[in-house]
């Protein structure tokens, strides 16, 4: 890439750009699946309407990421920390966009369950989300901030999140069998479940984006221990 001050001028303000569109994705992202939990819990169809027809805002800002990142490789060969920060935004956009679409798929089911009569069982929903609330916002966080030790941390944080999946899942599927007529919301509320699970993995995935941002290493299928020695670095 040539040295003169007006391209890297026009290098360094694609990649602020760059990670201003993930950021701002983010953000919208979890304020999306934030507010699928809300139409749940306070059976809000409007509410869940709306998180539906923001998913195409969400879709649109993963094509320009998209766009962006692969102008900003054409044009300027990005080297090191620069290329890294490229690839790790593309790939951050992609998970985004994937917890969009379970934020999606909530709101849809809770549409469901909002014209049935109000299902008590649905506040265990709540702390499952909150668990998978916190790994979003630390997973965004380790990549805004270049904490690679934060995103490496998340991955010990998800197993309690799988486990609270399990023994939810497992309530309501005794639910289906002890409760007459209700079966269809409890069969809803364990695939609201089992997207906020899959929202703990693909913030997981985020994290390692953050790590391999940050320090240049791939910690995908890393043990537990080796994921530990990021906080000794």
Known sequence: MSNSPHILRDFDHAISTLKGEVLRMAAKTRHNL???IQALLER??????????????IDELERSIDKLGMEILVKYHPL???LRLVVASMKISMNLERIADHSVSIAKRAKKITTTHELSDVTL?????SLADHLL?????????????????LYVRDKELDKMHKEVTAQFSARIEDT?????????????????ERVGDLSCNIGEDA???EHARDIRHKSKAERELMDED
Do not use: W
């Open 44 to 57: 809000n169809s409007e509410l869940a309407n709306s998180v539906i027809a923001d998913d195409d805002e």
């Open 125 to 129: 929903v709540e702390p499952i989300y």
């Open 34 to 36: 934030e507010r699928a």
């Open 180 to 196: 007459v007529g209700r079966s269809q919301e409890y069969l809803h509320l364990i695939i609201i479940v089992r997207s906020l």
């Open 137 to 153: 916002r630390d997973a965004i966080s380790s990549y805004s901030d270049g904490n690679g030790p934060l995103g490496a941390s």
């Open 80 to 82: 090191a920390s620069d």
């Open 211 to 213: 790590v391999f941002l």
